[in-house]
């Protein structure tokens, strides 16, 4: 006999509106006090004062919990390595997601653009993960996720590396069908960007891959003597990402003519500058600067690069992103706040709606405010003064809730 097939339950909150109360509430320019925040369906449907829920409502007490936007992470390469652990074992990607976006919802991340790089030369890894193959059906699970069961919004980000201009048509198939939500060109020649401190990249490329001196000399010389792309290339594919209202940045950007360039090309965003002084060049262009939140945990740069804390408190940086450790966004916000008295919304607005402006999503979420997508977060202080996630609401669907025990 055939079996008629499961009835998938229906959300509550298609039901009925949740009514989110107790909690203090970040908006973008305060913290307020004594007011609900209720949803309907997928949006944020009012912000009123406290008051008996009406018939029909789902009361959720946020009592000791701060109530923040969903955070945007504009730059993480975590799918890789949830998807690689070790060099030569690539796992089912379908699995790779999946497990990421469950650890990802847990720091906080509702909106997460991965970050893939698209190579011709890696100095550094010879992992699977970023051979052309693996990328292409990353990009290709990251768009199926869309259509099957999941926890946060996932878009890509195409980390497009000069050094490979046979892949810059597949690229821009990739933008036209919706499937790159985000482009940077990269250039990791050793001698500029990153890399600009030769000695640095020399100590670095030896840690990763246990070279001798001569085995790090032509590995530079290699990198260099690539075909790159030139600046009509670049305008060109800019061309077809602003067509399609995908933003585009520029990365390492290590002096005012990099930015300027960028500029001319009509990138919007300078991921990662490296001085303070061109961090401030970039703002003064009107150019969105994204800077790693780990560098807040650790104090500094690992390459001896700017200080994100510095450039934060300087009006250098406006956007943070996880870079390789999600776990950063969240603590490095409060670590601002609580450390250098950054105001708590302005130290939120760097990882929820400073990021959404940036990659051009901030009409439909990054804050709370109503009609706005409900991709909300209860943040609880422990004791130490660590902040931690206790319930996560996505799209207005509740995704997470832990408890911690005394």
């Not at 107790?22 to 004594?34: C, L, M, N, W, Y």
């Not at 008996?52 to 969903?70: F, K, N, Q």
């Amino acid at each position: 006999m055939n079996q008629e097939p499961e009835a998938r339950p229906t959300p509550m909150n298609e039901y009925r509106p949740i009514r989110l109360t107790g909690a203090r509430i970040v908006t973008p320019s305060d913290v307020i006090e004594d007011h609900d925040v209720v949803l309907h369906g997928d949006l944020i449907a009012s912000i009123e004062p406290i008051r008996a829920a009406p018939s029909g409502e789902r009361v959720i007490d946020l009592h000791d919990t701060i109530l923040i936007p969903g955070m945007i992470d504009v730059h993480a390469d975590y799918i890789e390595h949830m998807a690689a652990p070790r060099p030569t074992s690539l796992l089912d990607l379908r699995i790779a997601l999946r497990e990421a976006e469950r650890e990802l919802i847990s720091h906080g991340i509702t909106t997460m653009f991965h970050s893939l790089a698209l190579y011709g030369f890696d100095a550094f890894a010879s992992s699977i993960v970023r051979q052309p193959e693996t990328t292409r059906a990353l990009i290709e699970t990251i768009h199926a996720s869309h259509d099957f069961e999941h926890l946060i919004h996932h878009r890509c980000h195409a980390r497009f590396e000069i050094d490979n201009p046979d892949r810059i048509e597949e690229v821009a198939t990739y933008i036209r069908d919706g499937r790159v939500h985000l482009l940077s060109f990269m250039d990791h020649t050793p001698g500029q960007g990153q890399y600009r401190d030769l000695e640095v990249f020399r100590s670095t490329v030896k840690a990763y891959k246990g070279l001798d001196d001569e085995g790090v000399e032509r590995l530079i010389a290699m990198s260099r003597e690539r075909d790159k792309l030139d600046a009509t290339m670049m305008q060109l594919l800019t061309d077809v990402a602003h067509a399609h209202g995908v933003a585009v940045a520029s990365h390492d950007d290590d002096s005012e003519a990099r930015v300027d360039f960028g500029r001319s090309l009509g990138t919007t965003i300078s991921e990662f500058p490296i001085t303070l002084d061109v961090a401030h060049y970039a703002r003064s262009q009107g150019m969105h600067t994204v800077g790693g939140a780990p560098n807040v945990l650790l104090g500094g740069s690992h390459s001896g690069n700017l200080s994100v804390t510095e450039a934060v408190l300087d009006g250098a940086i406006d956007v943070l992103c996880s870079d390789y450790y999600p776990p950063a966004m969240l603590l490095a916000v409060f670590r601002l706040h609580r450390e250098h008295a950054v105001h708590l919304p302005a130290a939120i607005r760097l990882v929820t709606l400073d990021a959404a402006r940036a990659v051009r999503i901030d009409h439909e979420t990054g804050s709370i405010e109503e009609g706005k997508r409900a991709d909300l977060l209860a943040v609880r202080l422990l004791r130490d003064g660590m902040p931690a996630v206790m319930r996560a609401w996505v799209s207005g669907t509740p995704v997470f809730r832990t408890e911690y025990r005394a």
